[in-house]
């Protein structure tokens, strides 16, 4: 589902942020990306999505070559990639159910099927009565379901999760965890960065740890492994 070989980025000012990764995450995963800040989890996620263009190497994410992939084309991979934030980032002046349907339309969806999967989305993240509202009228853990929503309206094959619980009480980030593990049991592979030693002990999954740009660590229902 992605594969990574021999990916390195530099940054314009010469710091390499990833220095010679290779991975291979199948169908179906569900992946945590952990280690320091700065160690280059971002910027590992974000070469997924082809937010990065990485320097040199080869990355294929569900058939897509990213690193070939011409600009005009981003659109595309878009639909096939899911991509949820720290900071949620919804659109402040649209309603919740605008929030959702606009991945559709970004995508000219049939005006009949936006509707249909708009509220069957918004009905898995249980929020179908909030459709009206405006995301400042939700509490953190909503507007990141409201976000959870978006990034699954067009049914990707993969999720990029960077930090997902980051902004989140404890309580509230096991049900957006909750709803994550549903919906790769669903079907859809997970990759998702964090900085919370919690979840990853108590949701055992596969382990990528990064530091200084290389992959130290690639464990099975593996462990957090930092104090932080
Ligand atoms: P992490 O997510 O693990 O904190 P990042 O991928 O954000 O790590 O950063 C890895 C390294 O690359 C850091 O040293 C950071 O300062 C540097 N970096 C990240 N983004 C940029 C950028 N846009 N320009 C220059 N350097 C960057
Ligand atoms: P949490 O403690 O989980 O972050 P909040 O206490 O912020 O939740 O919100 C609890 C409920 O109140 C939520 O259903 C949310 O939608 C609603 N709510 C919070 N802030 C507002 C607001 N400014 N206007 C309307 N409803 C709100």
């Known amino acids: 589902m992605i594969e990574m070989q021999d990916v390195w980025k530099t940054y314009p000012n010469h710091h390499s942020a990833i220095q010679g990764i290779n991975i291979k995450i199948d169908r179906n995963e569900f992946v945590y990306v952990v280690g320091p800040s700065g160690a280059g989890k971002s910027t590992f996620m974000k070469m997924m999505y082809r937010e990065v263009k990485p320097t040199k190497g080869h990355i294929h994410v569900n058939g897509f070559n990213l690193a070939k992939l011409k600009q005009r084309k981003i659109p595309y991979i878009r639909r096939n990639i899911g991509v949820i934030f720290q900071d949620f980032r919804l659109l402040p ?4 159910y605008e929030n959702v349907a606009f991945a559709m339309e970004a995508i000219e969806a049939p005006r009949k099927q936006i509707k249909k999967r708009t509220m069957e989305v918004l009905d898995l ?42 902004n989140l009480d404890p309580e509230t980030s096991v049900g957006i965890m909750n709803l994550l593990e549903e919906i790769n049991l669903r079907g859809t592979t997970i990759v998702m960065a964090t900085h919370n030693r919690d979840i990853v002990n108590n949701y055992r999954k596969r382990v990528i740890a990064i530091e200084g740009g290389k992959i130290v660590r690639d464990e099975y229902r593996g462990e957090y492994g930092y104090e932080d």
């Open 93 to 96: 002046q649209l309603t919740v």
């Open 125 to 166: 993240v249980k929020l179908k009565h909030k459709s009206k509202s405006m995301p400042n009228q939700l509490s953190g853990g909503e507007q990141q379901r409201v976000s959870i929503a978006r990034a699954i309206v067009n049914s990707p094959a993969v999720i990029i999760a960077d930090e997902p619980t980051g």
